[in-house]
């Protein structure tokens, strides 16, 4: 499928004016969402990524996101439908490289929005969530091979791809419920401006991986 069907240039267009991270973690963001609650409108949006301390989303962003979270929602919660799910990721035309960092951007996505949700998750799920983030966790330079070619990236692609639709059978519930943004007003302060006010502690430096340190991204 090429750039053009798949939508991945409508997002570029889109997210044209925003970069605080790729539109394909977004994407994963938004099905990590969808797979436990059902479509916001474009406020319960903007409100979300606003806790998420991302900045404000241009309105032609928030209005493509509300449109795909939509359309993703009904697509799996159709068996059928279900399985024709595909991450936004760029065509076969780009370098393997693009493709399996985009790949890894949409796994963190993901694991970001499904967390975000407070689901309960069984054994299998739980399974599924950490091989997942082997995904988000790879490491491979511009320069360097992926080991094990297209044939790997396929084989982890399909095994991402199915995560959502293996997810999807849970019953769903208002974003607007999720403990991220339950109970906010929605014109209530974000906890970055609430930081900045001093009226909240500022957060914690992420403790940097170990094992990582010398071998960064």
């Given at each position: 499928m090429n750039d053009n069907i798949s939508g991945w240039n409508t997002w570029l267009t889109a997210f044209d004016d925003w970069n605080d991270v790729s539109i394909s973690e977004v994407h994963g963001l938004m099905?990590?969402?969808m797979t436990a609650c059902n479509a916001p409108?474009?406020?319960v949006w903007a409100k979300v990524f606003e806790e998420l301390s991302f900045a404000p989303l241009p309105e032609a962003a928030l209005t493509l996101l509300a449109e795909e979270a939509e359309d993703t929602v009904f697509q799996l919660k159709d068996k059928d439908d279900a399985y024709a799910y595909m991450p936004l990721l760029p065509d076969d035309e780009h370098d393997l490289y693009e493709r399996v960092m985009a790949l890894k951007q949409w796994a963190n996505g993901f694991m970001t929005g499904f967390g975000i949700t407070d689901c309960?998750?069984?054994?299998?799920?739980?399974?599924?969530?950490?091989d997942l983030a082997k995904i988000g966790a790879i490491?491979?330079?511009?320069?360097?091979?992926?080991?094990?070619?297209?044939?790997?990236?396929?084989y982890i692609y399909e095994f991402a791809r199915m995560v959502p639709v293996s997810f999807a059978t849970r019953k769903r519930k208002p974003v607007k419920d999720i403990a991220l943004i339950a109970g906010l007003a929605i014109d209530a302060k974000t906890t970055?401006?609430?930081?900045?006010?001093?009226?909240?502690?500022k957060p914690m430096p992420p403790v940097m991986d170990a094992m990582n340190q010398n071998n960064p991204s």
């Amino acid at each position: 499928m090429n750039d053009n069907i798949s939508g991945w240039n409508t997002w570029l267009t889109a997210f044209d004016d925003w970069n605080d991270v790729s539109i394909s973690e977004v994407h994963g963001l938004m099905t990590g969402l969808m797979t436990a609650c059902n479509a916001p409108d474009e406020q319960v949006w903007a409100k979300v990524f606003e806790e998420l301390s991302f900045a404000p989303l241009p309105e032609a962003a928030l209005t493509l996101l509300a449109e795909e979270a939509e359309d993703t929602v009904f697509q799996l919660k159709d068996k059928d439908d279900a399985y024709a799910y595909m991450p936004l990721l760029p065509d076969d035309e780009h370098d393997l490289y693009e493709r399996v960092m985009a790949l890894k951007q949409w796994a963190n996505g993901f694991m970001t929005g499904f967390g975000i949700t407070d689901c309960q998750i069984s054994g299998d799920e739980n399974e599924m969530l950490s091989d997942l983030a082997k995904i988000g966790a790879i490491r491979l330079a511009e320069d360097e091979d992926f080991e094990g070619g297209e044939e790997s990236y396929l084989y982890i692609y399909e095994f991402a791809r199915m995560v959502p639709v293996s997810f999807a059978t849970r019953k769903r519930k208002p974003v607007k419920d999720i403990a991220l943004i339950a109970g906010l007003a929605i014109d209530a302060k974000t906890t970055k401006e609430l930081q900045a006010e001093g009226k909240l502690p500022k957060p914690m430096p992420p403790v940097m991986d170990a094992m990582n340190q010398n071998n960064p991204s």
